[in-house]
């Protein structure tokens, strides 16, 4: 079997110090400093920026909120008087005619008013924002090119 020593028959390398060493000849010249690096600066930030992104899906997001809710919401209403509330749907309003018939055939301009509300959103809040993001990104890449 080998054994090995338990130190080595050599010394250690010394740590190296973690300041400059003296030069060797003191009568040669300090070597001359780095040149300081240009920073290189854009000229301007990028026009489509990060919070404009934010407020476009922002204010798709509240258009979508409000067009599924006004549909989807009435529907529900709808859903949950027929399964609860049985009477009421049962209930004849004129000639005849049940409340359940009448508030059925009221889905499809409910439906309708949710697509008018969801087109009027567009155009008043989300439709100027993606128009100006895309102004500004179609001037960013104009300025990239001609650089």
Same mark, same amino acid.
């Not at 809710?69 to 008087?81: D, E, N, S």
């Not at 008018?116 to 993001?133: G, S």
């Given at each position: 079997m080998s054994h090995?020593? #338990?130190? #080595?028959? +050599?010394?250690?390398? #010394? %740590?190296?110090?973690? +300041?400059? =060493?003296?030069?060797? +000849?003191?009568? $040669?010249? %300090?070597?001359?400093?780095?040149?300081a690096r240009p920073v290189r600066r854009a000229p301007r930030a990028p026009l489509g920026r990060h919070s404009d992104l934010r407020l476009l899906r922002s204010a798709h997001r509240w258009q979508r909120r409000t067009a599924t !809710?006004?549909? !989807?919401?009435?529907?529900? !209403?709808? !859903? @949950?008087?027929s399964a609860y509330a049985p009477g009421v749907m049962t209930r004849t309003v004129a000639d005849g005619i049940p409340a359940g018939l009448v508030l059925a055939l009221? $889905?499809?301009? @409910?439906?309708?008013? /949710?697509? /008018?509300? +969801?087109?009027?959103? =567009?155009?008043?809040? @989300?439709?100027?924002? =993606?128009?100006?993001?895309?102004?500004? =990104?179609?001037l960013d890449a104009r300025r990239g090119a001609a650089r």
């Open positions: 090995d020593p #338990p130190h #080595p028959s +050599y010394s250690p390398r #010394p %740590p190296e110090p973690s +300041y400059p =060493a003296p030069p060797t +000849y003191p009568w $040669q010249p %300090p070597a001359p400093p780095e040149p !809710l006004t549909a !989807l919401g009435y529907f529900t !209403l709808f !859903l @949950v008087l009221l $889905q499809l301009p @409910v439906t309708w008013l /949710a697509i /008018a509300l +969801y087109e009027h959103t =567009a155009r008043r809040y @989300v439709d100027p924002l =993606a128009d100006r993001i895309r102004r500004h =990104a179609e």
